[in-house]
């Protein structure tokens, strides 16, 4: 089953699973949010919309909200200071189609649940969290950039100087 719908004077096809970056609408990250313009519910028997089928709706997770890439319009003309630089970026929100919906139905699933770890994994460690490897402390890393530095500057230091003696027969001739 597919459906076409009208978000932001804009039209999708989407099917369930289908995911979607749309101008932005409202909804926190991981909620589920109903479009109801649709326009054709599409199957065995196809609905058309005179505009919009009657009791049809969408039904979508909000995954993510985001900015567009940066579009910018530069004008320029033959003339002195008439040059003019804008730009801008879209806010879109990216969303997964979860169900299409007909006669006025509810949406019957809520958000995603996160996938859980193998039951392996989880009975490996009998309940006790493995250790995380030991990181090296803010001291030994402290300790270790004020070394690479002084020996760069010994190195500068034993560049031989010029002596004023030296100076002042060169400056004579």
Do not use: C, W
Request: net charge positive.
């Amino acid at each position: 089953m597919f459906a076409v719908i009208k978000t932001g004077g804009r039209q999708y096809r989407v099917v369930p699973d289908d995911v979607l970056e749309i101008g932005k609408i409202a909804g926190d990250v991981g909620t589920i949010v109903q479009l109801g313009e649709v326009l054709v519910v599409g199957g065995d028997a196809p609905v058309l919309g005179s505009p919009t089928v009657a009791g049809a709706s969408v039904a979508a997770e909000v995954l993510d909200h985001k900015r567009g890439p940066k579009v910018i319009a530069f004008k320029k003309r033959r003339r002195k200071n008439s040059r003019r630089k804008r730009g801008y970026r879209d806010e879109i929100t990216v969303l997964r189609i979860t169900e299409i919906l007909t006669d006025g139905n509810k949406p019957t699933i809520g958000p995603r649940a996160k996938k859980e770890k193998p039951a392996a994994a989880a009975t490996a460690g009998d309940g006790d969290a493995p250790k995380a490897p030991a990181k090296k402390t803010a001291a030994k890393k402290a300790a270790a950039k004020p070394r690479a530095k002084a020996e760069t500057k010994a190195e500068t230091k034993k560049a031989p100087a010029k002596t004023a003696a030296a100076k002042g027969k060169s400056s004579k001739k």
